[in-house]
């Protein structure tokens, strides 16, 4: 089956530090990536995506791309702000019909910035 | 992208009732999903239902607990009944308009059963 494995944290970094949140998956086929952010209170929200090799997925100054060869989808921002602080959830979906379109989710990384 | 409506927020209901919640899309998409976040931990999809069609359910969830509607393109909602404490989580809709955009959810419904 489809699964997603991120790092758990939870991870604290200082305001300005260089931020990496590992995902690595697996799938029956080529799936697209996501990555969502989950503010205190909020719901989800799309953070940024990859839908196939070698793209590379941007938004905020987050960015991530889509590794074929390690099934990878890391996630880094080169500064972290303290409103970045938040829960990130790295996703999957195959996109090919049927219950295919679901998204699979990792387990989430509570990430806190500090002033 | 689609905007998602979801109702209510957050509800504080006693063991053995029902709550019905509901989600409006502001444009008519074929696909939605209901998913549940346990306190602390990932989302979960409990079922997808399709317009004109009964919902498919995940493993582990079954109609008679989480029965779900969906009227029409824009409309869908999940009832939790006959609730237990360890039904407290949060539930999230959403919706997949166009691949191009990907998946959006609504902002969650807070459930805390007493």
Same mark, same amino acid.
């Given at each position: 089956?489809?699964?997603?494995? $991120?790092?758990?944290?939870?991870?604290?970094?200082?305001?300005? &530090?260089? /931020?990496?949140?590992?995902?690595?998956?697996?799938?029956?086929?080529?799936?697209?990536?996501?990555?969502?952010? $989950?503010?205190?209170?909020?719901?989800? $929200? /799309? /953070?940024?995506? &990859?839908?196939? &090799?070698?793209?590379?997925?941007?938004?905020?100054?987050?960015?991530?791309?889509?590794?074929?060869?390690?099934? @990878?989808?890391?996630?880094?921002?080169?500064?972290? $702000?303290?409103?970045? @602080? &938040?829960?990130?959830?790295?996703?999957?979906?195959?996109? @090919?019909?049927?219950?295919?379109?679901?998204?699979?989710?990792?387990?989430?990384?509570?990430?806190?910035?500090?002033? | 992208?689609? !905007? #998602?409506?979801?109702?209510?927020?957050?509800? +504080?209901?006693?063991?053995?009732?029902?709550?019905? +919640?509901?989600?409006? !899309?502001?444009?008519?998409?074929?696909?939605? *999903?209901?998913?549940?976040?346990?306190?602390?931990?990932?989302?979960?999809? #409990?079922?997808?239902?399709?317009?004109?069609?009964?919902?498919?359910?995940?493993?582990? *969830?079954? #109609?008679d607990k989480f029965p779900i509607s969906r009227p029409n393109l824009t409309f869908s909602t999940l009832t939790v009944s006959n609730m237990s404490?360890?039904d407290s989580s949060i539930y999230l809709c959403s919706v997949l308009p166009q691949a191009a955009y990907g998946y959006t959810f609504g902002s969650?419904?807070?459930?805390? !059963?007493?």
């Open positions: 089956g489809n699964s997603v494995t $991120q790092m758990e944290g939870p991870v604290t970094l200082s305001e300005e &530090a260089f /931020l990496t949140i590992n995902c690595t998956y697996t799938a029956t086929g080529y799936p697209s990536l996501f990555w969502y952010v $989950q503010y205190p209170g909020e719901g989800l $929200q /799309l /953070l940024l995506k &990859a839908t196939k &090799a070698d793209d590379k997925g941007s938004n905020k100054g987050f960015e991530a791309t889509y590794r074929k060869e390690t099934t @990878s989808f890391h996630l880094e921002k080169g500064s972290v $702000q303290v409103s970045d @602080s &938040a829960v990130y959830f790295c996703a999957l979906s195959l996109n @090919s019909g049927g219950s295919n379109y679901k998204l699979t989710f990792g387990k989430g990384t509570l990430l806190t910035v500090n002033p | 992208s689609a !905007v #998602i409506s979801q109702k209510p927020s957050r509800d +504080i209901c006693q063991r053995g009732t029902s709550l019905t +919640i509901q989600c409006q !899309v502001d444009s008519q998409v074929t696909m939605m *999903f209901w998913y549940r976040q346990q306190p602390g931990q990932s989302l979960t999809l #409990i079922a997808t239902a399709n317009q004109g069609s009964e919902a498919t359910y995940e493993s582990g *969830f079954v #109609i404490p360890e969650g419904t807070r459930l805390t !059963v007493v």
